[in-house]
């Protein structure tokens, strides 16, 4: 069984920062990509940064320049350091990860359960 573990949302104030972290635990053959997609009330979720196992990155363009995303495979972990936040980063955050259970699982997609950020004063 896997697990996705996701740490360090809560509340902050404008222009600070935070650091969220996603573990994968349980049975793992081999992980793909990763990446954490945001959700806000009444919109749809949206990908906010992705990371591939050459630590190849991509990100939304409103985040460019303001969050960075890394990983340490030998850990299994992601971070993404969040910096500069705004009031419209406010929203549920998910860990995505793209990988395979067993050696003879297929590649599949697996989600935390979510870490509310909120930008506030």
């Known amino acids: 069984q896997v697990h996705l573990v996701e740490s360090g949302g809560g509340l902050v104030q404008p222009g600070g ?6 573990r ?4 793992i053959s081999s992980i793909d990509a990763m990446a954490w997609y ?13 990371i ?9 363009d409103s985040v460019k320049g303001r969050f960075t995303l890394a990983r340490d495979n030998a850990k299994n972990t992601m971070w993404l350091q969040m910096n500069m ?12 990860v ?11 997609n697996y989600w935390g359960q979510g870490t509310q ?3 506030s004063s």
Do not use: F, H
């Open 117 to 119: 950020v909120t930008v």
């Open 17 to 22: 920062s935070l650091k969220l972290s996603c």
């Open 38 to 50: 945001r959700q806000a009330p009444g919109k749809e979720r949206e990908l906010v940064a992705s």
């Open 52 to 60: 591939t196992t050459g630590d190849s990155t991509n990100y939304l």
């Open 24 to 27: 994968v635990s349980g049975s």
């Open 85 to 96: 936040v705004k009031s419209e980063d406010t929203a549920v955050y998910y860990c995505n």
């Open 98 to 108: 793209r990988m395979q259970e067993y050696i003879w699982s297929p590649m599949m």
